[in-house]
């Protein structure tokens, strides 16, 4: 009952509400990173959500759009800037997605809406994670985010969606409030991390031709609009 009717019932009110009340403070953020990243304060990022729809996810850019002499924009590392960082770390980058929440594309608490090439690499199993809509937050992100081994991460998002409840719901969302103000492990893990399938080709367990298919199979899913 809970998972099918009332959480979504839950999400659109709470969504609606905290745009409201968070106006005047995501408009101050908007036009202050609006100068300080010297362009567009939004960043858009096709992922996919419930039953592996492709929506736009909205957030706060956190890089700036440095290029090299070829034109090719340079390392993550060296486009994210401190207060980029800031925005990580305090995980407000993550407030426009409440834009995503009230459009019915994302959820308050489910798994983290992964990339799409991240996505071609999971097991059938693994993918299960996309049964529900994707969340602002998760167990996964309240157990260690970036620092979690990517199977484990997975692991816990198939953990969480076994068990939905409001009562599971309302102690992530009181964990993830609790590290954004107290700070903790979660909160300090901004790092980009490696894909999904660099990760599994570093560790032995796919092959080059593997990767490459792969990789191709996400770009042409990716050429679908959205």
């Not at 440095?66 to 401190?82: A, F, K, W």
């Not at 608490?109 to 998760?138: A, K, N, S, W």
């Amino acid at each position: 009952m809970y998972e099918r009717y009332i959480k979504r019932c839950l999400d659109l009110l709470l969504a609606l509400l905290a745009l409201v009340m968070l106006s005047p403070f995501l408009l101050a953020v908007t036009l202050v990173s609006a100068v300080k990243l010297k362009g567009n304060p939004f960043f858009l990022q096709v992922r996919p959500g419930k039953d592996e729809r492709l929506f736009k996810m909205i957030k706060f850019r956190s890089m700036t759009n440095e290029r090299d002499e070829n034109g090719e924009l340079l390392p993550d590392e060296q486009r994210l800037t401190p207060y980029g960082h800031a925005l990580r770390a305090t995980s407000v980058d993550e407030l426009p997605e409440l834009v995503n929440i009230l459009l019915g594309q994302m959820s308050f608490v489910g798994p983290r809406p992964q990339l799409v090439r991240d996505m071609v690499f999971m097991t059938p199993e693994e993918r299960r994670r996309h049964t529900v809509r994707p969340g602002l937050t998760g167990l996964a992100q309240v157990s260690g985010r970036n620092a979690l081994r990517w199977e484990n991460k997975l692991a816990l998002d198939l953990e969480y969606i076994s068990g939905i409840s409001f009562r599971t719901d309302v102690k992530l969302l009181f964990r993830t409030a609790k590290i954004i103000l107290f700070g903790g492990e979660s909160s300090n893990e901004t790092e980009v991390t490696d894909d999904y399938g660099d990760y599994l080709l570093r560790q032995g367990r796919i092959t080059e031709a593997e990767y490459r298919q792969k990789r191709e199979q996400a770009r042409k899913l990716l050429e679908v609009k959205v």
